[in-house]
């Protein structure tokens, strides 16, 4: 029995090391268990999460390849200012199916061969070929204003889940909190039933207390599972992915904002959506211009190198013999080109015409997004400073409550209280809490709506990260 029973475990230490390097599939499995450990193991607070966010989010990789896209257009028609080489070669087979008279002229048996190489340099087109380019270059800047303006918008979002799961959190322990002390509360009742100092309807209102604040509480933790998934979908984790988001909802600084019209000059010189408005409505100049271009005449100049063999399939014939009529030519030319279409029948007129309307019209909405934009300003503004004002009157709220229930419970033991003022005491404290975190959420949450209204790229959601321009 001990030699089998060596046998096994060696055998099995086998199993286990070749399993780990030599079986098929086990490297793969072994790689999934490492990064799935490695997710589990990652501990992430507000700054961290939203930089994780912009290094890894699909949306802003797809902005990014934008941004090369109009790069290479800008390359493009850079290039359109360079001459530009072109060839032409053919061969064709002539046969002669009827000819009359004596003359060798008329036979046409033969094949052709020709070869025509080009050069030619744009002088002058309407200013189209540098108007192209100056578009090109503000799609450039186009496509990094958009780019800035998706990473505002995925810090925003990032931003609000990440809050909303801390508020999750503060509830769940808050009512943990709550349901522990109903527990006690229905312990006390039982135990004063028992001695027939209460009846027992007391006993029953405890234990509906006590059942409502732990679905409640189901909720909260429901809650949270569903603000990690949908946390982890921002930073392209997987939806099951366990990522420690860290930070306290309670940890809320009360800042010092600018005023509101610091706030609004900011948010008109710094924020995303007026450069792409200004961008989108350079470039339709841009296109006005290249449009105008082309009542103008083009002017090029231009070489070609000519080839040209003609293959008879006889000889030709005269009073001294025969002779070859093959031919073969090389020659050049050299010269400027002007072509100049004076009517199309109205149509470069209203293409013209349809990019000034399209100018006006970026105008009127670049003005509007200044309007939206103060609305917004001003409306977070306003939610931060009432929001501000209900985190200190709900933390005091909270002492106040915390203290009633305190005695409450005190005059309940002694005798002195009744049940029903000792729930009423504890629904006090419960909705005092609750009402601080929503408030301490309000909070922040308007902060980072404010920042975002401003332009400003603030991870920490801390007014002293307060930047211009």
């Not at 009827?98 to 025509?116: E, F, H, R, S, V």
């Not at 990094?144 to 889940?161: G, H, P, V, Y």
């Not at 029903?420 to 980072?448: F, G, H, I, P, W």
Request: net charge positive; proline share 2%.
């Amino acid at each position: 029995m001990l030699l089998y029973s060596l046998a096994m475990r060696f055998a099995l230490l086998v199993v286990v090391v070749c399993g780990g390097v030599g079986l098929p599939g086990a490297g793969p499995v072994a790689a999934q268990t490492n990064a799935t450990a490695t997710v589990n193991a990652t501990r992430l607070d507000l700054r961290e999460s939203v930089q994780l966010g912009l290094e890894r989010s699909p949306r802003i990789e797809a902005r990014a390849m934008a941004i090369k896209r109009a790069r290479s257009r800008s390359k493009s028609a850079q290039g359109q200012f360079l001459p530009s080489a072109s060839m032409n070669s053919g061969y064709s087979k002539i046969g002669s199916l009827y000819a009359k008279g004596p003359t060798d002229q008329d036979y046409l048996d033969q094949a052709n061969t020709y070869i025509n190489l080009r050069v030619m340099q744009r002088l002058f087109a309407g200013l189209t070929v540098l108007n192209r380019y100056q578009k090109a270059k503000v799609g450039i800047a186009l496509a990094e204003a958009e780019k800035r303006q998706a990473e505002q918008e995925l810090i925003r979002e990032i931003q609000n889940e990440y809050l909303r799961l801390l508020k999750a959190r503060e509830d769940v322990r808050s009512l943990e909190q709550t349901v522990e002390r109903l527990q006690t509360n229905r312990e006390a009742a039982q135990a004063f039933f028992n001695v027939s100092m209460l009846p027992y309807v007391k006993v029953l209102e405890a234990e509906v207390e006590l059942a409502d604040a732990r679905q409640q509480l189901s909720k909260a933790r429901s809650e949270v599972r569903t603000q990690t998934i949908r946390l982890n979908a921002l930073l392209d984790y997987p939806s099951e992915a366990a990522v420690d988001y860290g930070g306290d909802l309670k940890a809320v600084h009360l800042d010092q904002v600018p005023s509101l019209a610091t706030c609004l000059q900011l948010a008109l010189d710094v924020r995303p959506e007026i450069t792409v408005f200004e961008k989108n409505i350079a470039m339709a100049e841009e296109e006005a211009q290249v449009r105008a271009g082309k009542f103008a005449p083009n002017v090029n100049l231009t070489a070609d190198f000519y080839h040209r063999k003609k293959d008879y399939d006889k000889q030709g014939q005269s009073f001294s013999g025969s002779y070859d009529m093959d031919q073969t030519n090389q020659y050049w030319s050299a010269g400027i080109e002007v072509q100049w279409k004076l009517f199309a029948g109205g149509s470069r007129y209203h293409d013209y015409q349809e990019m000034e309307f399209e100018i006006s019209r970026l105008k009127r909405r670049l003005q509007n997004a200044r309007n939206q934009i103060q609305s917004e300003v001003s409306a977070a503004y306003n939610k931060l400073v009432e929001a501000k004002g209900r985190v200190r009157s709900t933390r005091e709220a909270i002492g106040a409550a915390q203290e009633n229930y305190s005695r409450e419970q005190t005059r309940f033991k002694k005798g002195l209280g009744t049940m029903q003022e000792l729930l009423d005491s504890q629904t006090r404290l419960t909705r005092a809490e609750v009402k601080a975190n929503q408030a301490m959420l309000d909070y922040r949450l308007a902060m980072a709506e404010l920042f975002y209204a401003m332009g400003q790229r603030n991870l920490t959601l801390r007014s002293a990260a307060l930047k211009k321009g």
